[in-house]
T-cell receptor, first 113, second 117 residues
Framework: RKEVEQDPGPFNVPEGATVAFNCTYSNSASQSFFWYRQDCRKEPKLLMSVYSSGNEDGRFTAQLNRASQYISLLIRDSKLSDSATYLCVVTSYSGAGSYQLTFGKGTKLSVIP | GAVVSQHPSRVICKSGTSVKIECRSLDFQATTMFWYRQFPKKSLMLMATSNEGSKATYEQGVEKDKFLINHASLTLSTLTVTSAHPEDSSFYIC?????????????FGPGTRLTVL
């Protein structure tokens, strides 16, 4: 079983649509959770952290369910500029004060005019 | 926000040559830097963790003699791909964790695209 699994995608949605991404992780000792955005041939950039209480940043809402080891990202009112690959990222403690990121394969989103 | 730079952004080299990639934290000190590799349509895979002043810790399956890592200062880590082969062609990305940061946040460099002919 892969450590971090995401929807395979791609998601092709019209502008203004609401789209949801799901992610599951296998390591129950995982500490922190993030969604990153990666544009084509660019480095990943942090989109938002994910908390059990849920958090919202504008059109983006992230949710964590530790019991189910499940993370979600909801994007409302999709914009053309939201087109990118969204990476689910989980961290775990790797010893000596260091944390290791494990990336999902990513879900590609294309927002269509 | 914290800025990490990488140089070069793109490199093309002949098979058998060595390539050095630099990763710098520009406005903060980084105790730990990470090197990742991403093949087309694949997720980022951690290659090694580098702590300033000590030997890097390599992930399983990554040859330490082929991928030499040096982290001589709190703002610079280098990755040298020795005797590069076409299968080493990939997108190499570094990230850095700030000295003063107690969270897990890593700041990523813009990546280096390596093509070995």
């Amino acid at each position: 079983r892969k450590e971090v699994e995401q929807d395979p995608g791609p998601f092709n949605v019209p502008e203004g649509a609401t789209v949801a991404f799901n992610c599951t992780y296998s390591n129950s000792a995982s500490q922190s959770f993030f969604w990153y955005r990666q544009d084509c041939r660019k480095e990943p950039k942090l989109l938002m952290s994910v908390y059990s209480s849920g958090n919202e940043d504008g059109r983006f809402t992230a949710q964590l369910n530790r019991a189910s080891q499940y993370i979600s990202l909801l994007i409302r009112d999709s914009k053309l500029s939201d087109s990118a690959t969204y990476l689910c990222v989980v961290t775990s403690y790797s010893g000596a004060g260091s944390y290791q990121l494990t990336f999902g394969k990513g879900t590609k989103l294309s927002v269509i005019p | 926000g914290a800025v990490v730079s990488q140089h070069p952004s793109r490199v093309i080299c002949k098979s058998g040559t060595s390539v050095k990639i630099e990763c710098r934290s520009l406005d903060f000190q980084a105790t730990t830097m990470f090197w990742y590799r991403q093949f087309p349509k694949k997720s980022l895979m951690l290659m090694a963790t580098s702590n300033e002043g000590s030997k890097a810790t390599y992930e399983q399956g990554v040859e330490k003699d082929k991928f030499l890592i040096n982290h001589a200062s709190l703002t610079l880590s280098t990755l040298t791909v020795t005797s590069a082969h076409p299968e080493d062609s990939s997108f190499y990305i570094c990230s850095a964790r700030a000295l003063a940061d107690s969270t897990d946040t890593q700041y990523f460099g813009p990546g280096t695209r390596l093509t070995v002919l």
